[in-house]
């Protein structure tokens, strides 16, 4: 950790200009929208958008379908800030990079993080086009977003991951699911670097691991998020069959194509949890 970054005064600085472009609106909510799913940023009401690039210390998205800015407004009737796009380890970002605009959100006010992606499904009993909400995660990414002698002076450097996926979130997930007869299932995630899909063979040790779900996001942001104390939910969309699962090879071309049929579905279950929230 020879070059860590000054955290604390980075976000001082960082929230000062996000803030400043907010006009005092103060987010309650962080959404984090995961590739393909950047269009429910639309519906944010009374937006105002700031681009990643013009938050100092920010680093941008380089992804395909990650646009890279925040959205803040209103959606669901709740002050929302949506990550239109967010940080991989893949493109080059270290753990806290990634980490770095979810503590940011937490600076400016919000207590609770949603937090969504594409994922392979591992579990043979969820289909393609299935949402699964996140009962717990495998960390397999190798890397601590909370590690090193930065973060020790954001919050305590000890902290439990147990029900790290709140329980009192993840119920009305599924409450919001019956009542929008969106197909919901539950289960464990993995998450992984990438940016290669995995192995055929991994997906089978994985599976006999309990994932249930696989992708390359998610897990250094919940981790973050668990540092500070926010409430966590987590959603994937089952955007493919994991490799080998049933013959299937991963494509991102697949990814984006279930998501686009998918987008009517996921706003409805966000907004939905938000209403109620
Ligand atoms: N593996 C890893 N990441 C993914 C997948 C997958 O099958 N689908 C979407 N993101």
Redesign the pocket.
């Known amino acids: 950790m020879a070059d860590e970054m000054p955290l604390v005064e980075w976000l001082e600085e960082s929230k000062a200009v996000l803030a400043d472009r907010l006009e005092g609106r103060t987010p309650q909510v962080a959404i984090v929208l995961g590739?393909g799913l950047g269009p429910l940023a639309e519906q944010v009401q009374d937006a105002v958008y700031v681009p990643f690039s013009e938050v100092p210390h920010m680093k941008t998205s380089t992804a395909s379908g990650h646009v890279g800015r925040f959205v803040c407004g209103m959606l669901g009737g709740k002050e929302v800030v949506c990550m239109q796009g967010r940080l991989h380890g893949y493109e080059g970002n270290s753990a806290q990079e990634v980490a770095y605009p979810i503590w940011l959100m937490h600076a400016i006010g919000a207590d609770t993080l949603v937090t969504t992606?594409?994922?392979?499904a591992i579990n043979e009993g969820f289909q393609v086009g299935d949402f699964c909400v996140m009962s717990d995660h495998i960390n397999f990414t190798g890397r601590n977003p909370a590690a090193g002698q930065q973060p020790d002076r954001l919050a305590m450097r000890f902290f439990s991951m147990h029900e790290c996926y709140d329980p009192a979130l993840r119920q009305l997930a599924r409450e919001v699911a019956d009542a929008e007869s969106v197909p919901l299932r539950e289960g464990v995630y993995l998450g992984?670097l990438?940016p290669s899909?995995?192995t055929a063979a991994e997906i089978r040790a994985f599976r006999a691991w309990g994932a249930d779900t696989?992708?390359?996001s998610v897990c250094e942001e919940v981790v973050a998020a668990r540092h500070v104390g926010m409430r966590v939910l987590g959603i994937s969309l089952c955007?493919?069959m994991?490799?080998g699962i049933g013959g299937a090879s991963?494509s991102d071309a697949e990814?984006f194509e279930v998501a686009r049929r998918s987008e009517a579905n996921f706003c409805r279950l966000v907004r939905g949890i938000l209403e109620r929230l």
């Open positions: 590739s992606n594409a994922a392979g992984l990438g899909f995995e696989v992708a390359m955007s493919n994991a490799c991963p990814v």
